[in-house]
């Protein structure tokens, strides 16, 4: 006994059958008159146009003609399609796709191949050029496309007739099965169902993965499809199977510029770089705007020390630079290409045009100041480096970045003998900046950077002495400040220097209780080398500033009184000399200090009529 469902797969086989037949059955044409091809290309170029709204003009050339008979109708009317991109890119490009932008150039595309005349000239023209073997192909494509029109109209009869009987059994298979079933939910068919769009709005990757496959499994935008799908496994740092995707793409696609672009990332990611070079330069000719062709060819073959290369990567940049694009950028970084190819005129050049452009752009001050120093121009370029010592670029010190260049430069084989000594003042200079922002250890270290390459450089000791201050190593931080006490450090006495350190570190909020007793010896050993140079009013100053830190500390009273002594105020300096005799200054009575200070001021060549009575009085 046979059910309702062996009838009706009986009735569609049969019907199907008949169908089949039909189709087979279709007369041939022969080849018709000009006329008629001319007719029969517009009718092609017209449903690739309109098929090109949706898809793209490739896919849609392909879906309706074949991968064969597009290609070959590409090269047939090859001039035609180059006036039909001019006018409507958005058909030829697959960002559109579906896009209201796509339909209505679509629109507007059909319009005008039906109406120009100029254009219609140029299709027969094109005709009229074709040799007989391309003749006969080109017929063969509209007789292709024509028995494909008849066709249809035919499966349309059989498809009537096929629903009139699948209704009918439809009804018998309801009846029979309204006991075991009330009703029957419509559902999508897979086939049908835009998992393209779908997967535009999925909820997350995974979901959109999955939408994106189906889109691929049901021929739905499919090398779109690939690339979105590539994308995401690229985010997830799947790189091969990132790859594949955006292989598939391009195999359905060959002018899929962004596609050559995000496979040549995933080889890039995979240490593929021959590959990944390869793709970078053939996306860079199918679309010269894209930036990261550029920008990843730089990062390959400046890890590869393959300097020329990159140099004439950064040139095409520029060249085929957009309206957009920051050009100020583009010289600067030409101008730091230019440098490591020894091309030190350019380099200036180009940076002073980026300067020009943007007089804001600082950083691209660093290169014109490196074209200068190779070019022996020192004072130009020691003005420029000192010039913004300081400030900072993207949160790092423009002295780091110089120090960075220098390295990078000389790790390249390009060097200049004046680098050394700008080094020392860079390194002393970072030092001192890293002292307010409490990186105390990296003070420290750029310091004994700047020593080894000159241990004389003084000046970088004082900030070495901070470091091992604040760092809490107090010994050591002493052992430095007392060392080179009465020392000249850029015009200033040493402890000068480190008295003005420590004000401005105060008023950073930087500072530390110990601080307040090295003060106070700076001032003591600062009131000394005054009174030694005469600089009696000076002196007075510190030794009293000394004694406001430290009054139970007796030396900077040593050095008043004398001061006193030394300007007449004998009163004054004796009432001190004898306040604390018989009292010990470290391990020396007060007294025998007094005649020691006695002597070496006679030394110096500083005496007084009062000292012998002084003398006199204390002994």
């Known amino acids: 006994m046979h059910s309702i469902q062996d009838l009706r797969r009986f009735c569609k086989q049969i019907l199907l059958s008949l169908f089949l037949c039909l189709v087979i059955s279709q007369p041939t044409y022969g080849q018709n008159s000009e006329s008629h091809s001319v007719d029969g290309i517009y009718g092609i170029i017209k449903q690739v146009i309109v098929g090109a709204a949706e898809w793209g003009i490739e896919e849609a050339g392909v879906r309706i003609l074949g991968p064969s008979g597009w290609k070959l109708c590409k090269v047939i009317m090859k001039p035609g399609m180059t006036a039909l991109q001019s006018r409507f890119p958005q058909l030829f490009d697959t960002k559109f796709a579906s896009s209201p932008a796509a339909r209505d ?306 790790d390249a084989g390009v060097f200049h003998r004046r680098m050394k000594d700008l080094r020392v003042s860079l390194y002393g200079n970072l030092s001192y900046y890293l002292l307010f922002e409490r990186r105390f250890q990296d003070a420290g270290n750029y310091a004994r950077d700047g020593l080894k390459l000159d241990p004389d450089a003084l000046w970088i000791y004082t900030n070495l002495a901070h470091s091992y201050l604040f760092t809490n190593q107090f010994d050591r931080a002493l052992e430095i400040y007392y060392k080179h006490g009465g020392k000249s450090v850029q015009g200033k006495y040493w402890e000068q220097v480190i008295l003005d350190d420590f004000d401005k570190l105060r008023n950073g909020g930087i500072s530390v209780l110990s601080v307040g007793e090295v003060s106070a010896g700076m001032y003591t050993s600062l009131s000394w080398h005054l009174l030694l140079a005469r600089q009696y009013e000076p002196c007075i100053d510190a030794a009293s500033n000394s004694i406001k830190l430290k009054p139970e500390y007796l030396v900077p009273y040593t050095n008043l009184a004398h001061c006193y002594l030394l300007t007449d105020r004998y009163g004054a300096a004796r009432a001190i000399y004898l306040r604390y005799k018989g009292q010990y200054v470290g391990n020396k009575r007060w007294e025998a200090v007094i005649n020691e200070d006695f002597n070496e001021l006679r030394k110096q060549g500083i005496f007084h009529a009062d000292i012998e009575r002084v003398r006199a009085e204390l002994n």
């Open 105 to 410: 150039a679509a629109a507007q595309a059909v319009n005008w191949v039906e109406n120009d005349g100029q254009y219609r000239a140029t299709i027969l023209s094109q005709l009229k050029s074709l040799d007989q073997t391309q003749r006969e192909l080109l017929a063969i494509i509209i007789e292709i496309r024509g028995m494909t029109q008849r066709t249809l109209e035919h499966q349309q009869q059989i498809l009537k007739r096929f629903e009139s009987v699948e209704q009918r059994l439809g009804l018998i298979q309801v009846q029979t099965t309204l006991v075991l079933q009330r009703s029957t939910d419509y559902r999508v068919s897979p086939s049908t169902e835009d998992w393209y769009a779908k997967a535009g709005s999925g909820r997350n990757l995974d979901e959109k993965i999955s939408y994106y496959t189906q889109a691929i499994h049901h021929n739905q935008n499919r090398a779109n499809a690939y690339f979105q799908r590539g994308q995401i496994y690229f985010d997830r740092r799947d790189f091969n199977s990132a790859y594949a995707d955006f292989d598939h793409a391009i195999q359905l696609d060959t002018s899929f510029a962004t596609a050559y672009t995000n496979r040549a990332a995933s080889s890039h990611n995979l240490g593929r770089h021959d590959t990944a070079i390869a793709d970078y330069k053939m996306s860079m000719r199918l679309d010269p705007t894209i930036v990261e062709n550029y920008n990843n060819l730089v990062s390959i073959y400046s890890s590869q020390k393959n300097y020329a290369d990159v140099y004439a990567i950064a040139k095409l940049r520029l060249q085929h630079a957009r309206s957009s694009d920051d050009r100020a950028t583009l010289y600067g970084q030409l101008a730091w290409f230019a440098l490591f190819n020894r091309d030190f005129q350019n380099a200036m050049a180009y940076a002073q045009k980026g300067i020009d452009i943007d007089p804001a752009a600082t950083w691209i001050y660093t290169n014109l100041a490196h074209g200068y120093l190779f070019t022996d121009q020192f004072q130009n370029a020691e003005s420029i480096y000192f010039k913004y010592s300081g400030i900072k670029l993207s949160n790092v010190y423009w002295d780091e970045v110089i120090l960075k260049d220098f390295q990078d430069l000389q």
